[in-house]
């Protein structure tokens, strides 16, 4: 047994008084579903936990110019989300994979976040729908976009004083059609072999592609875009063929670096990307 103090802080005043007093002796525990697994296995044992969960003003999902998700909105709110669904597609089937209901109905999307792991499912979409995540501290506020939040599994650029507090995405996003799959090897609580997230904005013409955004989990050390084969799509019909050239593009050594796992062996991932981005491209235009 791990013997800990927990404590509810009502205010981000407290939090941070909190975590001024016990530094890296303390964890934030907002779900949980990761922290406490940490715990379980003692790679992380704690003096103390700080509980988000009486932050209630953490919680929502609203649009105001562009779209402002709180860092406590949890999956099963994403998942079940119209404006989310309707709007940001990709990001809500990204939500309704995490885990089961259960899970998803704890478990937070800032927690998703600030795990870093290359795994998580909706790292995909907040990349290619150009996120910015709001970091807050005792000194102040500030804005990273989603593609410099992440160093390495487990690593972001928080520091050891600052909470997430919010996701911000550009009221733009909206014109693009998105999608998201994860590839595993059952449909339910498994991390993703591979996931890949499309977001295309098509030409008035319903035939050539505007602009592209493509997105890989489980394919590099974090969460990438792949910057080759979105510039490549740019310009070009949507078609077979095309869609095809990207999908190599993307699963090539020069874009992506996918390893051996448990789960898996590299070359696997390689060609399931190359497989897929095509398929989550067709899914996004529908």
């Known amino acids: 047994m791990i013997d800990y103090m927990y404590h509810r802080p009502e205010t981000l005043e ?6 001024e007093r016990y530094g890296d002796r303390a964890a934030l525990v907002a779900g949980g579903t990761d922290v406490l697994v940490n715990i379980r296995q003692q790679r992380r044992p704690p003096e103390a936990l ?37 709007e940001l597609k990709a990001l809500q089937q990204a939500a309704a994979q995490v885990g089961s209901v ?3 109905n704890v478990a937070t999307i800032g927690g998703n976040i600030c795990n870093a792991a290359p795994s998580a499912d909706t790292l995909g979409p907040l990349l290619v ?24 599994p487990a690593e972001t650029v928080k520091t050891a004083d600052e909470i997430l507090t919010g996701i911000e995405i550009p ?32 030409a008035e013409d319903g035939r050539t592609i505007k602009d592209a955004r493509i997105a890989l989990t489980v394919a590099a050390p974090t969460a990438i875009r792949i910057a080759a084969a979105e510039t490549f799509l740019i310009g070009k019909p949507f078609s077979d063929d095309v869609l095809a050239e990207a999908g190599r593009i993307a699963s090539s050594p020069a874009c ?12 696997y991932r390689e060609e399931m990307i190359r497989v897929l981005i095509p398929r989550v491209a067709r899914a996004a235009v529908g």
């Open 102 to 104: 259960q899970i998803r």
């Open 256 to 267: 992506c670096m996918p390893r051996d796992s448990l789960r898996c062996e590299a070359w």
């Open 129 to 152: 729908f150009d996120a910015l995540f709001v970091l807050q501290g005792p000194s102040g506020r500030r804005r990273v976009p989603a593609e410099a939040f992440f160093l390495g």
């Open 14 to 19: 407290e939090v941070f008084a909190l975590m």
């Open 50 to 86: 700080i509980s988000l969960r009486k932050l209630e003003g953490l919680k929502y999902i609203r649009k105001n110019g562009g779209y402002h998700i709180g860092a406590l909105t949890t999956h099963r709110m994403l998942e079940q989300s119209e404006l989310v669904r309707c």
């Open 171 to 202: 009221a733009g996003m909206r014109r693009y059609k998105s999608a998201y799959r994860k590839h595993a090897r059952r449909q339910a609580l498994n991390l993703p072999i591979v996931g890949v997230c499309v977001a295309l904005a098509l």
